[in-house]
């Protein structure tokens, strides 16, 4: 079977001098080094359709910078990236996924709704199609009664709840969601989860970076550790706890971090 997601080799050396969007959305070989900072460094992972996977790590471990790989929203440096077997620059790769960036980037002149269509557009999808899809999304999410409201003016939790409808409003098969409850409220985070449960329940593979470790012990099947750029250990809860004799999974987490070689 085809993994939801491959990653290769990955190495990220962000350039000083350059900017670092690939727009348009371009093919083209890997950038060759220029200095830099080196965030991530010769990753691999591989992620099987419809698993719920975890991706761990303190601030600065190049978590977003990988993510932002995976969405081909930055050049990468050298290495593959394959969403369901497509190469994570063509469209047909960009189509299977949907992302939830970490910082809440809402335009701030359109409205849910509008924020939902243009979204839809955006991914090739008719008109009744996504009005269709978008009515949906605000019941799930519910912001039906927003739905003229631009996002300035609606609450932080919307704003999240927002983000979230707006990343499932094409259906992709990969969510991928970065720090998807940071900041949130007790309430909303709870909610946030049991919304990602349905989406894997449903079938949806899950990639997500959280700082909460029960909530990622309790939802991710597996788990990869980063630090400096570097994968550490990838296993279950359970494999972890085993492998660095802990008790809870927190502990696991600070004994990987502490066991891992100081960054240079
Ligand atoms: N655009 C950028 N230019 C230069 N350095 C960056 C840029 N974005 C991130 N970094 C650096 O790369 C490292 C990894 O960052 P990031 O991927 O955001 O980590 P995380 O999401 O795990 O907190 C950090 O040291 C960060 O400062
Ligand atoms: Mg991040």
Redesign the pocket.
Known sequence: MTNALSIRGLT?R???KRG?RPWPLRRGGPVPDTG??L??QDFDLEIEDGSFFGLL????????????AVCNL?RVTSGEIDIFGAPHDTLDARRMVGLAE?DVNLDRFLDVEETLLYHGGYFGMKRPEARRRAAEMMDVFDLRAKAGVRAPKLSGGMRRRLLLARALMHEPRLVIL??PTAGVDFELRLELWRYIHRLHDEGTTILL?THYLEEADELCEEIAL?RD?RLIARDSADGLRTAYGAESLADAYVRAMGAAPASS
């Open positions: 990220k962000y350039d000083a670092d830099g900072f965030a991530v790590g303190p601030n600065g471990a190049g978590k977003t910078t990988i993510i932002s930055i970490q970065d720090e970076t980063i750029g």
